[in-house]
């Protein structure tokens, strides 16, 4: 028996983590290509803290509370619902909706559990795979020994990246803040941990040969440093801009390298495109944890009551790998 009630996470207002507070709500209403999760975990990602300073609507229809991945239980299936049952363990990638007790998700937007990966973990898995699956490697041709540089390394994004990297034959150089982080993302698969406080990570790369594919979530001055870095008929891939998106640019190297730079934002991609992709990561991806060449990276785990707190560890960027919300 389902209760009516469930435990939620609001945002009283626009502003600093300080804004959010346990609220209560009526359980989702299901869609017919939907399933309803018991939540286990969700994962704290970049987009919730800009969403909570007010920067970040959600799109027509979707979940105003935040959350964007998820593990749990299903407990409730759409009519026109066939591949999940009642019982069945699943992450997800969610439009919203997953600092709660109970989320309504698209059906093909859940993926089973990996092996070797707990219930917990595994709300740290969807947002992170789907983004650097999507935009680095599905439907690309990957070149084996190609060098992919990765900003933010020791975060979810880069310890993804690191990891999926590794994994498909790449040379992985990453930048870190400090000598912690830079060993760490070493041990996770990276080649070169760049110490961005200490070394320039142009001059690093471009002695390597120059980067065949570059992911950055800082933006500012990184953005023609990177096109600086970067091989000719390279990809840069732009995820955020931590700091900052307006940038005074030359844009003639990358006419002249022939350079593709691009980025997008998951949220608001089709759930034709999500489905996609939630297929291809099953095929070609959760294997690897099966084998366990991949491995969660859960950096630690708050309960609802905590959300200020989980919030502000990772404005401060004091975390490695992901960090997860728990209603129980």
């Known amino acids: 028996m389902l209760p009516a009630k469930m435990k939620t996470i609001e945002i009283r ?4 983590a300080d804004v959010l507070e346990v609220g209560t ?3 989702p209403e299901l869609r017919d290509s939907e399933v309803l999760v018991r939540i286990f975990a969700a994962g704290v990602n970049g987009p919730d803290l800009v969403q909570r300073r007010g920067h970040y609507p959600p799109p027509k229809g979707a979940s105003d509370l935040l959350g964007l991945e998820i593990s749990g239980e299903v407990v409730a299936v759409g009519k026109n619902v066939s591949n999940w049952s009642a019982g069945d363990h699943v992450c997800a ?3 919203g909706g997953g600092y709660a007790e109970y989320v309504a998700v698209e059906a093909t937007h859940c993926l089973p559990i990996p092996a070797h990966i707990t219930d917990i973990d595994a709300a740290g898995l969807c947002e992170t795979y789907f983004t650097v699956w999507s935009n680095l490697f ?4 990957i070149t084996k020994n190609d060098l992919l540089l990765v900003h933010g390394g020791a975060g979810g994004i880069g310890t993804t990246a690191i990891q999926l990297g590794k994994n ?3 040379r992985v150089f990453t930048t870190c803040g400090n000598e912690e982080n830079c060993r760490y993302v070493e041990e996770l698969g990276a080649e070169r941990s760049i110490n961005y406080k200490q070394e320039d990570f142009v001059d690093v790369v471009r002695e390597a040969g120059g980067a065949n594919l570059i992911l950055d ?3 500012g001055d990184y953005i023609a440093r990177n096109i600086k870095a970067a091989s000719a008929d390279a990809r840069i891939i732009q995820l955020a801009f931590n700091a900052g998106s307006k940038v005074e640019l030359n844009m003639m190297p990358i006419m002249l390298k022939r350079l593709t730079y691009t980025g997008s934002t998951l949220r608001s991609r089709p759930e034709t495109f999500k489905s996609a992709v939630a297929s291809d990561l099953v095929k070609n991806v959760w294997p690897m944890f099966e084998q366990k060449k991949l491995i969660a990276q859960t950096h630690k785990v708050f309960t609802f009551e905590q959300a200020s707190d989980a919030h502000s560890m990772m404005e401060a960027a004091q975390h ?3 960090i997860l919300l728990s209603p129980n």
């Open 168 to 170: 498909l034959g790449m």
């Open 320 to 322: 490695r790998g992901k």
């Open 217 to 219: 979530i800082i933006g």
């Open 13 to 16: 207002e626009f502003g600093k």
């Open 138 to 141: 599905f439907n690309q041709n």
């Open 25 to 27: 709500r009526d359980l």
């Open 93 to 95: 990638l969610t439009n």
